[in-house]
């Protein structure tokens, strides 16, 4: 629906699609079409999200009910359901976020002569649903440093789109998706040089890194005997042998980091590694090797230190230290209370205390 309006004489209210509802006729569903036109209007690449989450889970039980009165039961009884069924708090939240969406566009779209005071008091609760607590929604899991050497020969095996988004994930802390959108013309090889545009990242910020050797050659392995406008991670035929759909361009890669575990020996999914871990290693990596957040966010194009620092992780040889300079710091209390009790009481500060 792209926004409605009641007729303040008549009681009528009027959708722009030419679909005429009283107030008290209005059920959820109607209110579903704002939010497409609102991702449309501010060009937002996420559309999936909640058109996903509609149509999957919440069309089915909120889609007939109507909008007045609001009945924070049928909420409660909405997330029993997804938690029985298996959804995490954090994928509940995203879903119950799209009805809050379409609320407050309803309200923000709201046309009348005369208000109707129970459909705004029912928009008003719809749109302040109150999210479930995932504090705990934090994946501590680290991709260990000594399996990168196995994890570049099993890529490379699947390929040498692999093994180069595998390089540039751990490495630089690229998201996937931003890597599948690359171009050759996002790739100076004489400034050794590649770069992001607005259209290829999250944030809609460009960024640019220099190239290590290893990404250097790699990337250059890729470019070989392409144009241009070419996708830079490509192949040309599956891992059966099979010719590639889509161009050979890169869709999924699910099941080749399955295999890839598998062949490394370690488990393959959330109860294992993700290839979503690489990118949490190549974060710490980068603050670890420059030793300042900002130059790591330079190379990993966030705009943010706290959405860095959501994949930075601080490791063992880190946290070894810290235990160091605490022990450290500990014995250089006890040694100068003992010579402040020796100045008290004339007690020989040599001496260890009982």
């Not at 030419?18 to 209110?31: C, N």
């Not at 931003?178 to 770069?195: A, C, M, Q």
């Not at 990596?285 to 992780?313: C, H, I, P, W």
């Amino acid at each position: 629906m792209g926004g409605f309006w009641w007729s303040g004489t008549t009681g009528v209210a009027v959708a722009r699609t030419s679909e005429t509802r009283s107030p008290g006729e209005l059920r959820v569903a109607d209110l579903y079409s704002a939010i497409e036109r609102d991702y449309k209007i501010g060009n937002q690449r996420t559309l999936r999200n909640p058109r996903g989450s509609w149509r999957n889970h919440l069309a089915e039980f909120f889609g007939a009910q109507p909008v007045i009165p609001f009945r924070p039961s049928r909420v409660r009884s909405y997330i029993e359901a997804r938690k029985t069924a298996g959804a995490a708090n954090a994928t509940i939240n995203r879903e119950l976020a799209v009805l809050k969406r379409m609320a407050s566009l309803a309200l923000a779209d709201y046309e009348a002569e005369r208000e109707d005071e129970k459909l705004i008091a029912a928009l008003l609760r719809w749109a302040r649903i109150q999210f479930l607590d995932e504090s705990d929604n934090v994946r501590t899991q680290m991709f260990p440093s000594e399996l990168y050497d196995a994890f570049a020969r099993e890529t490379s095996r699947e390929g040498l789109w692999f093994r180069t988004m595998y390089e540039f994930t751990y490495t630089r802390g690229w998201r996937p998706k931003s890597l599948k959108k690359l171009l050759v013309e996002n790739v100076d090889l004489v400034r050794r040089t590649v770069r992001l545009t607005t259209e290829q990242t999250k944030n809609k910020r460009p960024c640019e890194i220099h190239m290590t050797d290893t990404e250097y050659e790699l990337v250059k392995q890729c470019m070989a005997g392409k144009t241009a406008k070419d996708y830079l991670l490509t192949r040309e035929r599956d891992f059966y042998g099979r010719k590639a759909k889509n161009g050979g361009r890169i869709i999924d890669y699910r099941d080749a980091w399955k295999r890839v575990c598998e062949r490394v020996g370690v488990t393959p999914g959330r109860e294992g590694l993700i290839f979503y871990d690489l990118k949490r290693a190549g974060c710490t990596n980068l603050a670890d090797a420059l030793g300042d957040v900002k130059k790591a966010m330079m190379n990993t194009g966030q705009r943010t230190e706290s959405s860095f620092r959501r994949y930075q992780q601080i490791n063992d040889e880190e946290m070894r230290e810290s235990a160091r300079k605490i022990e450290r710091a500990h014995r250089e209390r006890q040694r100068k209370a003992r010579f402040h009790q020796a100045e008290l009481f004339g007690v020989d500060p040599s001496r260890k205390p009982s």
